[in-house]
């Protein structure tokens, strides 16, 4: 299999920082604050590779640094220490290295990113089909008409009236604001899309259809996927390998199968028996 993402030591502290907060945090001191100065250590030493079409899961309770990992990798925050290197079709991108504009030309071309809040995702002021010709204005393409096709092909694919596309997000529904999300991410084909808890909050149907449109695309498209959830059903159903996260630190990896029938770490057979 081709690696289209390489993550070594990937570490984030919000604070000051100090030479002490590595080894005064993590699981084994049951913080992510360091006693010292206060900086919260959001991420720390996260490595991981993932392959081109496959759907890798990052798991853990609120504050375990999911989040943080995709945030950095997407560029909403930048790390403390770490390298990332991104295998494009015929460059190799050194993640954290990169200008203001080599990062924008990566999310808006190769990159696809769906929050939890789609507030974060959307621009509410405009139409549905308004935020993909967005996406797709700033990707080169400006045609009128070919914006307008696409657009609609992308919300007939995810499942959202095309009588509505007209219509501002915010008289949608949640999971159909998350159709509207995952419609845009997908606007310019990108190779790897980021998934930060898209189903928290939706009511267990929509999960459901939700988790099933991400997985049709994925086997359409062959997107490489990072999923981050705290819900155990989520990585069971979509993902093939796992991360296990708690205060910053993974504590546990392997394919989801092994993780979910036969945890080691005691934090991870405690996610896995508070589940069933």
Known sequence: MD???????????????????????????????????????????????????????????????????????????????????????????????????ERRWLRNHRYGMVYQNPNLGLNFGISSGGNIAERLLMSGLAHYGQIRERARELLRRTEVMIER????????????????????????QPPLLYLDEVTTGLDLSVQAAILDLILEIQRELNTAMIVVTHDLGVVRLLTSRVLVMKYGRVIESGLTDQILEDPQHPYTQRLVASAL
């Open 3 to 101: 690696k289209i993402l390489e993550v070594r030591g990937l570490s984030k502290i919000f604070g000051k920082g100090c030479p002490q907060c590595f080894e005064s945090t993590g699981p084994e001191f049951d913080t992510n604050i360091c006693p010292h100065c206060g900086s919260v250590v959001a991420a720390h030493d996260l490595s991981f590779d993932l392959y081109k079409g496959e759907i890798l899961g990052i798991m853990g309770e609120s504050g375990s640094g999911k989040s943080t990992a995709v945030k950095n990798l997407y560029f909403d925050q930048m790390p403390t220490h770490g390298e990332a290197i991104f295998f494009d079709d015929d460059r190799q991108w050194d993640l954290f290295k990169l200008n203001a504009a």
């Open 165 to 188: 596309m007209d219509e501002k997000p915010g008289a949608f529904s949640g999971g159909m604001q998350q159709r509207v999300q995952i419609a845009k991410a997908l606007a310019t």
